[in-house]
């Protein structure tokens, strides 16, 4: 079942390459340009996958796995992966679809994130994930729609059914979203289709992923990792390796048919350091975090993962750190 990867892959990258999502975007738009387009789309999509996810799990379809929390990778990792995304131009999602827009920094920046996370994982920086290994925390869990001995969420924090709190935190998340005015934006796939298509997809890729035995939903990095160890140690591709093919191969049939593909380079050749950089910081951040935007800030956070939240907090201002940093002060 792993080769579902791919066909997931293809359904996300096209869903990424038309709704224009990227989180570095989300992120940084929010607070510097006062652009609320695409975070909406986030808080929206995140509501609607905590309640699709505990229903599954309720009817068994699919078996949660909240990722541990760890008070290091979730706060210092976060915040180096945050700052690299804004370097590389692209968070993992983002870097990934517009390599199959032909985008040519996002290839050096992708390129440079799955070779640092390979080696963060498994290779020379290995020290590094097994020294954060060290801080991580899970818990037995009261329901049995969670993997056992796995990340705490806020259901085991406020000792509330699952169900009733996926709606409360669906619906505090809907009242920013529906409440407040949101910005204009121009995409192929507005906010709100972009947002249930990505909830719909999420559990569909949670139940193919858990058939091919790998217990977790949409991701990035493991992917990435998975496509470096099988070209430099034959290890088979696994569901989430075909994910990355797949989402490069969906933006790239997204973008012709859109008449959007096109090789894009820099006007200054410096850019690529600084997508290199970028890609290098996501690499090492996004392993000692245990996840990226993708595994953290919308697979985790809509399973109300306490290690996801705490992730994506640091996310958020590690972002925003650097693009203050580079766009701010001025």
Known sequence: MSWTGLLIGIIFGFILQRGRICFNSAFRDLVFFKDNYLFKLYTFTLGLQAILFVVFAQVGVITLNPKPFNIVGNTLGAFIFGLGMVLAGGCASGVTYRSGEGMTTAWMAAIMYGLTATATKNGALSFISTWIGKFNVNVQHASNIYNANSGPTLSDVFKLNPLVMAIIFAVVLWIY????????????????????????????AWWT??????????????????????????????????????????AAISAVAAKEFKLRMPKNPITYVQVIVGGFLMGVGAVMASGCNIGHALTGVAQMSIGSIVSTIFFMLGNWTMAWFLFGRK
């Open 177 to 204: 979203t529906f409440a407040t005015k949101t910005t204009e934006r121009s995409t192929k796939l507005s906010w709100k289709v972009s947002a249930v298509l990505l909830a719909i997809l999420a559990v569909f």
């Open 209 to 250: 992923s858990q058939k091919s035995g790998r217990m977790y939903g949409l991701g990035i990095t493991g992917g990435w990792i998975n496509l470096f160890s099988a070209f430099t140690s034959a290890k088979p591709l696994n569901w989430e390796g075909f994910e990355i093919i797949g989402i490069i191969i969906g």
